[in-house]
């Protein structure tokens, strides 16, 4: 197998310059360079990434923990965190911590010892042990999608975040079918405990508030932000005495067992319940009605969840910083609006073109 050596013998350069381009550490002259790149591609050369992580404690590698990876919204962000870690030169290793508070501090220890430069995680409803386990061992981490209050203190580790609106949407999504005549608002809300599930009840309520309705605790139950919790959820909704008229529900898995629970019981959206919902998905405009919703960026949260931990890789002590990436609302007519109205300028209407983020403290 061909060594840096014979690269440097054959295009008559130092060892050194070989390594200068191969890792861009030092401008080349482009005639230098050029020959270099000959006598690799003549000799087929490979470079031994683990020799060079010996010599700097650099793995050019980024660990990514996210559940529910089957989730379109969760494989779109990764589909932008590695894109994103393929422009600057970083592979990904991947990992499923089930959202499972035990399991997760077990795949970041994992992720860890196989020395990736710094993690991408999404964190579990309770993520004490994981929060305590890359503060112990001074991991470069970013949060993406659910936020984590860290403790206060001189000591605690703080990390970068980076997740979409989540309660300004809802509350959008609960003042239109408010507008629309309904006053009794049901929301199929997401896991206990993710910062996601508590910031959409936030926005429920305010939408509820804005409108003059009134906030009744039996419109509220909670999915476990999947279908089948989902479904139940809106099983538990449709058997009240007064059940609700309109439906928030707040996330896409969800709204597919809110479907399902509505099948089969012979309910049709809008006619007998109107239907919003949080994410938009490729095939949303497939439903029959299509689906209103509120589409995150999720390829674009992926993207920045790299941006902020290569930043932090590049300057350890710079400040934390929190980033919220907004939504846009994608008006169909599940909500009940008909296909062309006055409501409607067009059938598909998306409102509110990406903004700049937000960044910062968030609250
Ligand atoms: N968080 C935010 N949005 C989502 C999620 C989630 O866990 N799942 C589907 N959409």
Redo the contacts with the bound molecule.
Sequence with gaps: MATMADVARSAGVSVATVSHVLNDTRPVLPHTRQAVLDAIEELGYTPNTLARSLVTSRTRSIGLAVS?IS?P??TEILQGVEAAALEHGYSLLIADPHDDPGHERKVAQLLHERRVDGMIVAPSADPRELVAYLGRHRVPAVFL??LVDTPDGDHAPRFDQVCAESAEPTTRLVTHLAGLGHGRIGLVA?LPG?S?TRERITGYRHGLAAAGLPYDERLLVHGD?EAAGGERATATLLSLAVPPTALVTA???MTIGALRALRDRGLSVPDDLALCC??DFAWADLFSPRLTAVA?PSRELGARAVRLLLDRLAAPERPVRSVRLPCVFVHRTSCGCPERSDRCEEAEHVEQAPAKAQEGNLP
């Design positions: 529910a989730n919204y969760f999608d659910r997401g993710l996601t932000s996330n896409n898995a949080f994410d995150q």
